[in-house]
């Protein structure tokens, strides 16, 4: 089947530094990707959705001036988080969905961010 | 509103059978998925039902009635790694996704 791969899988960093996440579809072109969070014990809580080309669609009460996502080509799309605190630590997943709009979503691994 | 809906957490005995329901409310209906994720993890994709019955895949199953909003999982021949949380999202008219909280599935021996 498709595969997304994530990286990294684990980050740690200091407070106030930013962090990139990659996601990248590696047989398929991925024409919409999502951003996950995911707190323990929690469900999945989308963050964004972002079509190649264009801008990142937000849900709302996510900062998209912390949570900057780019979604330059069909196979790749990136979050940083921006002068990352504490309570940014999570699980943070992205998934991706070829031209079909009913197409199975796949995801990628997961990066557990953790934030000293 | 759209909504989902699904236990929070089952109980089971290994080599049992357990079904996990959920009902959805969604502004449009363009199918259901369903998907396991053990902890730490991400989701790993289980099955997609659009249409109504059930789709039988090896230990796993998957029912949908779209007249009433409700589908169900089915586990057969429970083994201890099935012990996951089970993830139920419909897709709306705007082919968005809408997740429910998910299943916390214990497997006991």
């Known amino acids: 089947g498709a595969v997304v791969s994530q990286h990294p899988s684990w980050v740690i960093c200091k407070s106030g530094t930013s962090v990139k996440i990659e996601c990248r579809s590696l047989?398929?072109?991925?024409?919409?990707m999502f951003w996950y969070r995911q707190f323990p014990k929690q469900s999945l809580m989308l963050m964004a959705t972002?079509?190649?080309?264009?801008?990142?669609?937000?849900e709302q009460g996510v900062e998209k001036d912390k949570f900057l996502i780019n979604h330059a080509s069909l196979t790749l799309s990136t979050l940083t988080v921006t002068s990352a605190h504490p309570e940014d630590s999570s699980f943070y997943i992205c998934?991706?969905?070829?031209?079909?709009?009913?197409?199975?979503?796949?995801f990628g691994e997961g990066s557990r961010l953790t934030v000293l | 509103g759209q909504n989902i809906d699904q236990p929070t957490e089952m109980t089971a005995t290994e080599g049992a059978i357990v079904q996990i329901n959920c009902t959805y409310q969604?502004?449009?209906?363009?199918?259901l998925f369903w998907y396991q994720q053990h902890a730490g993890e991400a989701p790993t994709f289980l099955s997609y039902?659009?249409l109504d019955g059930l789709e039988e895949k090896g230990r796993f199953s998957s029912f949908l009635s779209r007249s009433k909003g409700y589908s169900y999982l089915l586990l057969k021949e429970l083994q201890m790694k099935d012990s996951a949380s089970y993830l139920c999202?419909?897709?709306?008219?705007?082919?968005?996704?809408?997740w429910g909280a998910g299943t916390k599935l214990i497997i006991k021996p």
């Open positions: 972002s079509n190649e080309g264009s801008k990142a669609t937000y």
């Open positions: 969604t502004s449009g209906f363009n199918g």
């Open positions: 998934s991706a969905r070829g031209g079909q709009e009913t197409g199975e979503l796949f």
């Open positions: 047989d398929f072109q991925a024409t919409t």
């Open positions: 039902n659009v």
């Open positions: 999202a419909a897709i709306d008219s705007n082919y968005q996704l809408i």
